[in-house]
Nanobody
Framework: VQLVESGGGLAQAGGSLRLSCATS????????MAWFRQASGKEREFVAA????????EIADSVKGRFTISRDNAQNTITVEMNDLLPEDTADYYC???????????????????????WGQGTQVTVSS
C-alpha cells in the first residue's frame, strides 16, 4: 500500500494551496481517508476526513470554513483545498487511510478518531506572514 502526498510548498498568509494524495495497493473506495498535520515541536493533529460510504466529511474546527476535503474514487485520490492560509497552518501534512468497515457511519461516526492504518510520507506546507 502506498499513499503519496503532493502539492505542498510555500504560500503567503491569505493564499491557497491544494494538496493531493495518490493511493495504490488498497481498495480505495472502501477506505475512509483523512489528512493530519504536525507542526514542528507539536503533536500530530487531525485536519479533515471523508468517509467511503456516503462521503460524509469532518473538518477540524481550526480549519473549518477554510479547508475542503474531497475524494475521487475513479482516480483513487483525495485532495484538500486550503484557502485563507494562516502562518499557524505551517506543518507537515499527512494523508491516511482507515478501513471503511470500522470508520464512519453508525459504526464509528467520529472520523477523526478512526484507526488509520496506512500513512503517507508527508508534504511540507509553509505559510509566511
Amino acid at each position: 500500500v502506498q499513499l503519496v502526498e503532493s502539492g505542498g510548498g510555500l504560500a503567503q498568509a491569505g493564499g491557497s494551496l491544494r494538496l493531493s494524495c495518490a493511493t495504490s495497493g488498497l481498495e480505495f473506495k472502501t477506505y475512509a481517508m483523512a489528512w493530519f498535520r504536525q507542526a514542528s515541536g507539536k503533536e500530530r493533529e487531525f485536519v479533515a476526513a471523508v468517509s467511503w460510504r456516503i462521503q460524509e466529511t469532518e473538518i477540524a474546527d481550526s480549519v473549518k470554513g477554510r479547508f475542503t476535503i474531497s475524494r475521487d474514487n475513479a482516480q483513487n485520490t483525495i485532495t484538500v483545498e486550503m484557502n485563507d492560509l494562516l502562518p499557524e497552518d505551517t506543518a507537515d501534512y499527512y494523508c491516511a487511510a482507515a478501513d471503511g468497515l470500522y470508520c464512519g457511519g453508525s459504526v464509528h461516526p467520529d472520523l477523526s478518531t478512526c484507526s488509520y492504518s496506512y500513512w503517507g510520507q508527508g508534504t511540507q506546507v509553509t505559510v509566511s506572514s
